[in-house]
T-cell receptor
């Protein structure tokens, strides 16, 4: 089976940095993705790591360590619009069959 | 480029009824995946269709079934509805296949919110 663990909630102020950790157990691993979902909205893709290391996309960065079955999403220069739920998801093949974590609700305060 | 669309947006059914949800994939995508998202939880993989064939299934009973059409749009059918089927149903499209043509990104539609009474 597969399981992913991530914190349920994080609160931070505007301009701060937040790191959301994700640990996973899976039989077969292809890559780790991160999705953002605002209340009432659809999940939207943020980042993907197929290899160990850091991927940077603007204010968001994602990291993967395959040997540790661990990754994180780093949100920098937090803005109010970043208040949302963030999900890590593992895939066992390219582009399909994502297994999602329970999500981390990020609340950004002024 | 047209994004992923789903219909209807909301639906209310009673226990024992059947429901059909529809999804139009993003232009150029040949793979559709369906997910169920209960309130406050992450999406759970139901199944995936690639070029009109089922290509993997999650831990859902057979009363959850699907179809993919030649234009790559898709349907999710749920028979004998139960109260626990109340959830947001999401479809996601991607470009599947082997080798370098596959995408790792899935593009989600806005979802259909189903309430079973």
């Amino acid at each position: 089976g597969q399981s992913l663990e991530q914190p349920s909630e994080v609160t931070a102020v505007e301009g701060a940095i937040v790191q959301i950790n994700c640990t996973y157990q899976t039989s077969g691993f292809y890559g780790l993705s991160w999705y953002q979902q605002h209340d009432g909205g659809a999940p939207t893709f943020l980042s993907y790591n197929g290899l160990d290391g850091l991927e940077e996309t603007g204010r968001f960065s994602s990291f993967l360590s395959r040997s540790d079955s661990y990754g994180y999403l780093l949100l920098q220069e937090l803005q109010m619009k970043d208040s949302a739920s963030y999900f890590c998801a593992v895939s066992r093949a390219a582009g399909n069959k994502l297994t999602f974590g329970g999500g981390t609700r990020v609340l950004v305060k002024p | 480029e047209t994004g992923v669309t789903q219909s209807p947006t909301h639906l209310i059914k009673t226990r024992g009824q059947q429901v059909t949800l529809r999804c139009s994939s993003q232009s150029g995508h040949n793979t559709v995946s369906w997910y169920q998202q209960a309130l406050g939880q992450g999406p759970q993989f139901i199944f995936q269709y690639y070029r009109e064939e089922e290509n993997g299934r999650g831990n859902f009973p057979p009363r959850f079934s699907g179809l993919q059409f030649p234009n790559y749009s898709s349907e999710l059918n749920v028979n004998a509805l139960e109260l626990d089927d109340s959830a947001l149903y999401l479809c996601a499209s991607s470009l599947g296949g082997t080798g370098g043509g596959s995408q790792v990104t899935q593009y989600f539609g806005p979802g259909t919110r189903l309430l079973v009474l």
